[in-house]
């Protein structure tokens, strides 16, 4: 069974950075496609951005210049830089990893951004 472990969290003013990891129990390289979703109280939950396995890369209109996805297969581990932080962006962040079987899902991970 493979495990996503998120870590990274906390709290941060508004402006401020924080960098979300993703590590898992296993080669990254047997995903076609890792992202990261968030989801907000009272809210769905929401994608936040992807990356394929050919390094191509996709965002959320609301995260779009801020945030940047990447990933190190030397690692095993995913990662969302997250920059200009919003009150808005708050939500526990989730791991998520696609192979041809099967999906996997992280814990979670809590992001708060208030002053």
């Known amino acids: 069974q493979v495990q996503l472990v998120e870590s990274g969290g906390g709290l941060v003013q508004p402006g401020g950075s924080l960098r979300l990891s993703c590590e898992a129990t296993r080669s990254i390289s047997t995903f076609y496609i890792m992202g990261w979703y968030r989801q907000a109280p009272g809210k769905q939950r929401e994608l936040v951005a992807f990356?394929?396995?050919?390094?191509?890369?996709n965002y959320a209109d609301s995260v779009k210049g801020r945030f940047t996805i990447s990933r190190d297969t030397g690692k095993n581990t995913m990662h969302l830089q997250m920059n200009t932080l919003k009150p808005e962006d708050t939500a526990v962040y989730y791991c998520?990893?696609?192979?041809?079987?099967?999906?996997?899902w992280g814990q979670g991970t809590q992001v708060t951004v208030s002053s």
């Open positions: 990356i394929t396995s050919g390094d191509n890369t």
């Open positions: 998520n990893a696609k192979s041809p079987s099967y999906t996997y």
